[in-house]
């Protein structure tokens, strides 16, 4: 018994709690937690993975500029560190663009797996946001179906005090609640069109 009461005492998460990107990060790893231990999603990383290959690309084209001003000293190698340098700025406008418009704040992206294996999997999106000073934290959960294209949101916004107690220690319950009611209602919702 002394065992099980130590393991819940470390798996209590305690923070700063007037630092709100440390509020919004648990809050978000907490989220996720639930969706990946209570319902058996699948974490998805293909949004970070085209992140990171967008960035590795980038990277290759200024170590390829690198290497080649080392083996042809510059007056030679002018064309050639324009033409990486250009490359260079326009896939930092392509991140910037992919993380703005695509990633939208999405922290989690899982899959719903079906059972039988004979339907596609369900997409569940999470994303969140803290606005500064004002303590509320707003989570939007999206449900994507492949089969006719479903896609289901819904959005909750409460104060970050709702999931923290006096010293700052997250309440998992209580997030384990919101999440369950979040997905129970996108559950029943229409499906947008």
């Known amino acids: 018994m002394g065992k099980e009461e130590s393991n819940t005492e470390d798996k209590q998460i305690k923070i700063n709690k007037w630092d709100y990107l440390a509020l919004k990060n648990t809050l978000d790893d907490a989220v996720k937690e639930v969706l990946i231990t209570k319902y058996n999603h699948v974490e998805d990383f293909s949004l970070i993975d085209y992140r990171l290959l967008i960035c590795t690309f980038a990277v290759l084209v200024a170590g390829f500029a690198l290497g080649w001003d080392f083996f042809n000293p510059f007056p030679k190698s002018r064309f050639v560190l324009t033409v990486c340098v250009a490359l260079y700025f326009i896939t930092m406008g392509v991140i910037t663009l992919y993380t703005t418009y695509m990633e939208k704040g999405i922290f989690a992206v899982t899959l719903e797996r079906d059972e039988s294996?004979?339907?596609?999997?369900?997409?569940?999106?999470?994303?969140s946001y803290i606005k500064k000073h004002t303590g509320m934290y707003y989570l939007?959960?999206?449900?994507?179906?492949?089969?006719?294209?479903?896609?289901?949101?819904?959005?909750?916004?409460?104060?970050?005090a709702n999931y923290f107690d006096e010293e700052g220690t997250l309440c998992q319950d209580v997030v384990e609640n919101e999440v369950t009611k979040m997905r129970e209602a996108v559950l029943k919702l229409k499906k947008i069109e």
Do not use: L
């Not at 294996?117 to 994303?127: H, L, Q, R, T």
């Not at 939007?140 to 970050?160: C, F, L, P, Q, W």
């Open 140 to 160: 939007t959960m999206v449900r994507k179906d492949a089969v006719g294209s479903d896609i289901r949101e819904r959005e909750i916004s409460k104060s970050v």
């Open 117 to 127: 294996g004979f339907n596609p999997d369900v997409v569940w999106e999470a994303s």
